[in-house]
Antibody, heavy 120, light 113 residues
Framework: EVHLVESGGDLVQPGGSLRLSCTAS????????MNWVRQAPGKGLVWVSR????????SYADSVKGRFTISRDNAKNTLYLQINSLRVEDTAVYYC?????????????WGQGTLVTVSS | DIVMTQSPDSLAVSLGERATINCKSS????????????LAWYQQKPGQPPKLLIY???TRESGVPDRFSGSGSGTDFTLTISSLQAEDVAVYYC?????????FGQGTKLEIK
């Protein structure tokens, strides 16, 4: 069973930084592309970033490019999201997701999420 | 970016009746080399993460009740709940993974009439 556990969310001031982590279990982590998706309070789902199974291919949403950095440690079965220059509009629950297929496509399996609140 | 548009935004259906949610993509999400539609459906209940219901437009995820079904191809897709149960009250999202950025519909709120 796919199990994803996010951590690292917190209340931070605008301009601050955070590193989110996602620990995976129940599957061969190093074989799958992984994503971060966020959901602002009361709003819909927004894809944030994606990383290939070996970390060689990375993509970002335009809204976070240059501020967010996705990475992974396959030896630790862990996905990361470094978030810098935080803005109020980055306030959201951040979900770690794994695609159903090793190609990175198909539906996503989701963790429980971690809440990032940006406020002064 | 591919825009995913769901209709309706909200829906109220009586228990035991059929619920139908539509999703339209601004361009085709059918990958011709494998004939798969890169379209998924999720259910999200309050305070919970989304749950995968359907992928490849019509493949039901393991453990999902068979009252949930997905159909469609290319740009037009439908999620059908054949006989609404109380536990199906939720927000439903469609999602395309055909291109990057991956994009989601705005959500459809399903309630009991």
């Amino acid at each position: 069973e796919v199990h994803l556990v996010e951590s690292g969310g917190d209340l931070v001031q605008p301009g601050g930084s955070l590193r989110l982590s996602c620990t995976a279990s129940g599957f061969n982590f190093s074989s799958y592309w992984m994503n971060w998706v966020r959901q602002a309070p009361g709003k819909g789902l927004v894809w944030v970033s994606r990383i290939s199974s070996d970390g060689s291919s990375i993509s970002y949403a335009d809204s976070v490019k240059g501020r967010f950095t996705i990475s992974r440690d396959n030896a630790k079965n862990t996905l990361y999201l470094q978030i810098n220059s935080l803005r109020v509009e980055d306030t959201a629950v951040y979900y770690c997701t794994r695609a159903a297929a090793v190609t990175g496509t198909g539906g996503y399996y989701w963790g429980q999420g971690t809440l990032v609140t940006v406020s002064s | 970016d591919i825009v995913m548009t769901q209709s309706p935004d909200s829906l109220a259906v009586s228990l035991g009746e059929r619920a139908t949610i539509n999703c339209k993509s601004s361009q085709s999400v059918l990958y011709s080399s494998n004939n798969k539609n890169y379209l998924a459906w999720y259910q999200q209940k309050p305070g919970q993460p989304p749950k995968l219901l359907i992928y490849w437009a019509s493949t039901r995820e393991s453990g999902v009740p068979d009252r949930f079904s997905g159909s469609g191809s290319g740009t037009d897709f439908t999620l059908t709940i054949s006989s609404l149960q109380a536990e199906d009250v939720a927000v439903y999202y469609c999602h395309q993974s055909y291109t990057t950025p991956s994009t989601f519909g705005q959500g459809t709120k399903l309630e009991i009439k």
